[in-house]
């Protein structure tokens, strides 16, 4: 790592805040940092989260579409990218490691 959150080798490390119940889910303090090929995607960073906390599968995202579970938002450099394609590459901030990835879980009810 060369201090900017990209290595020499093609990958960046995305640092990723999740929601106090997905924390607790996955055994985790503080935010979960993943390596991922660049160009890093949000399906990128997923599979790799899921990977390293697979308890966290189908938490997220559902198991068999990979689509984003309806009250799950994920948001970045204060865009919200729940919406836009999961093979999108990241905004330059959260690859180069200046930015996080929010994973929040969205309110419902009235």
């Known amino acids: 790592m060369n201090g900017t ?65 309806a009250f799950v938002r994920f948001f970045a450099c204060e865009e919200d990218l729940s919406h836009g394609s999961a093979d999108d590459p990241l905004p330059e901030a959260l690859r180069r490691g200046a930015e996080p990835l929010l994973v929040v879980g969205a309110m419902a009810g009235g």
Do not use: N, S, Y
């Not at 995607?41 to 989260?49: G, H, N, S």
């Open 5 to 69: 959150g990209t290595t020499g080798t093609g990958t960046a490390e995305i640092r990723v805040k999740l929601p106090t119940h997905l924390r607790r889910l996955a055994g985790v303090d503080g935010e979960v940092r993943v390596e991922v090929t660049e160009p890093a995607t949000l399906r990128a960073v997923l599979d790799a989260v899921e990977q390293l906390h697979p308890v966290l599968r189908g938490a997220i995202r559902d198991r068999g579409t990979q689509r984003r579970r």
